[in-house]
């Protein structure tokens, strides 16, 4: 046991797993939730959209997680209020007001995971040397994926489960209770087994408003970089398609036949987008690293980019014809969610391209702000304009968005050798 807390496999694994949990969580099981609970599309886009803010804003206070105490410290005291931010939920979810009340919870949840990201990362830095950081890049990335299917899919699956026998409200009660007694128990592992180390002290060599200086010249030097606007213009375009078609979906897959959905149960979609889309999504992120290792970011692009776009006309096919076959079902969602995880590698090697140079963390952390940016706009608008003109017209328009990523690609230019022999570890979230 003396050797086991000593060995990193006995906190990196858990540690990325309790990152991934509460940002699936907030990002794509509140939607189901939400719709389970009656909620109308325009509401549930507009309300979970806002849910990125504190991954949007995130940047902006990174540096006194360094400054204030310990970054074990801010990772288990984060820990701790998602937990309590799940107990939240679970009970204010029976409530007459649960609307307001469980928003509430989840805003907590947010802004503690985003948090949580930050001393998680700085920890894992700390704590392991360039070797075994290397090495564990696999696993933190791996297990950060088993949270995204153990919340988007078992979670889910369990919580249509319940409501086989019970009725919505108190199924999802019951299944957020569950998540907060995991998650409380992670965090009591956690207590025990991340170690304590000298080098995790606060940075106190420079005062708040020295920091705060700092801060903000290298925000500026961000958007003195060379090729800013299109490079913004990449990052808030290339995954627009995608950003109106993420809340969308799971409301597409269990509203009823008659007005356009597919009627699958909470458990289905547990399974076929929170089990095998997530599976696909591996794939095709593990098999677009082996690509652009091989043949580098400049190579693969327009794969990439044909990836990400054109797999979105199944929803189309889907809001069509309305097949009832699971099969035909999975089989669509699977190869949409391929696609993205294979083009989507191709967005973030871009990300770590851009931020080549001085300042490179801090700058690379503002690519991930306007990242989580690019996701929040659209799916604001996105339940208001799908209530407007219908599930199939919506995709017909999401899809024929695609145009943008290509000319957002078409404009970036990028050195034909970047990426061919070591992908930067950043890529894995």
Partial sequence: MSNFKKSPWSWVPTLYFAEGIPYVIVMSVSVLLYKRLGLSNDLIALYTSWLYLPWVIKPFWSPFVDMFSTKRLWVIAMQIIVGGALAGVAFTIPAGNY??????????????????????????????????????????????????????????????????????????????????????????????????????????????????????????????????????AFMLLYRLPEALLVKICPLFLVDKI???????????????????????????????????????FKRWLWPMVCAITIPDLVYIYLAYFQPTSMGVVATCIGLEQFGYGFGFTAYMLYLIYFSQGPNKTAHYAFCTGFMALSMMLPGMFAGQLQMSVGYLNFFIIACALIPLTFLAAALIKVDPEFGKKHVDEETEE
Wanted: glycine letters at 12%; one cysteine or more; a positive charge.
């Fill in 99 to 232: 609307v307001q009340w469980t928003l509430a919870f989840f805003w907590i949840m947010a802004f503690a995971s985003a948090t949580h990201d930050i001393a998680a990362d700085g920890f894992y830095m700390i704590g392991l040397d360039q070797h075994n950081q290397s090495l564990f890049v696999g696993v933190r990335s791996t297990f950060y994926r088993i949270a995204t299917i153990v919340g988007q899919g078992l979670l889910v699956m369990l919580a249509g489960t319940f409501e086989v026998y019970k009725a919505p409200a108190q199924a999802w009660s019951l299944t957020f209770f569950i998540a907060a007694a995991i998650f409380l128990a992670i965090a009591a592992y956690h207590v025990v087994f991340i170690p304590k180390m000298a080098e995790d002290a606060p940075r106190r060599t420079a005062g708040v408003k020295q920091t705060v200086q700092t801060f903000f010249e290298t925000f500026r030097s961000f958007f003195c970089k060379k090729n800013i606007i299109i490079a913004l």
């Fill in 258 to 296: 008659e007005v356009g959905g597919l009627g699958l149960t909470t458990a289905q979609v547990g399974f076929v987008q929170g089990t095998l889309g997530v599976i696909g999504l591996l794939a095709g992120g593990i098999l677009g690293g082996l690509c652009v290792a091989h043949g580098g």
